[in-house]
């Protein structure tokens, strides 16, 4: 697998906005994926020095619509730590918005 492939998305929730000013980030990472994939891929894609990573499976919701009941999605969430002085730019800035 390809770190593009272990590495789906970067989870934004007020949580891990607040986890960011600790260097810790959190991904949605594929479901076979294990820790050392997860850091491989986070040093290749940020390069960035990975400290810890802690993985956790989050299991699909029950929901309804009417009489008709379904489960979401079940995913894996990874929380990595990177080292001091060390940074990952989630939300890229780019010269327009500097400009404003």
């Known amino acids: 697998m390809s770190a ?46 990975v400290v810890k990573v802690n993985i956790l499976n989050v299991r699909g919701k029950l929901k309804r619509m009417g009489r008709y009941a379904g489960y979401t999605r079940k995913r894996r969430k990874a929380i990595v730590e990177v080292a001091e002085g060390q940074s990952i730019e989630i939300f890229p800035t780019t010269d327009e918005d500097s400009e404003e």
């Open 4 to 49: 593009q492939d272990i590495i789906l998305r970067p989870i934004i929730t007020e949580a891990s906005m607040e986890a960011m000013d600790d260097n810790k980030y959190t991904f949605e990472v594929a479901t076979d994926a294990n820790k050392t994939q997860v850091r491989q891929a986070v040093e290749e894609l940020f390069q960035v020095k």
